[in-house]
Nanobody, 118 residues
């Protein structure tokens, strides 16, 4: 059992950068696969990035976003560079003991809003 809390969202101009953080509480964090999903208004949650078998990304964020983790701090990061208006969404941190990370991941954070202005 773990809990996830995201932070780092906000308002940024197109072309700018943000770093999202997700702090996990609970035991054996290093044994969990982790990832990020996002949700735009009136849309379902969509895959963004994950570290399960290897780091992987949705096509539209490849080369711009980087997922990483620091197990000593029980923290997952999403570095987002060259942000675009279409990146505007609520971003969710996810974790699961199962590989790969999917929409059915067992643990979800509360979400953090990212808004990119044009």
């Amino acid at each position: 059992q773990i809990q996830l809390v995201e932070s780092g969202g906000g308002l940024v101009q197109a072309g700018g950068s943000l770093r999202l953080s997700c702090v996990a509480s609970g035991r054996d964090f290093s044994s969990y696969s982790v990832g990020w999903f996002r949700q735009r208004p009136s849309e379902g949650r969509k895959f963004v990035a994950a570290i399960d078998f290897f780091p992987r990304y949705f096509d539209s964020v490849k080369g711009r976003f980087t997922i990483s983790r620091d197990n000593s701090k029980n923290t997952v990061y999403l570095q987002m560079n060259n942000l675009k208006p279409e990146d505007t969404a609520v971003y969710y941190c996810v974790a699961d003991v199962t590989k790969p990370i999917t929409i059915s991941a067992a643990y979800w954070g509360q979400g953090t809003q990212v808004t990119v202005s044009s």
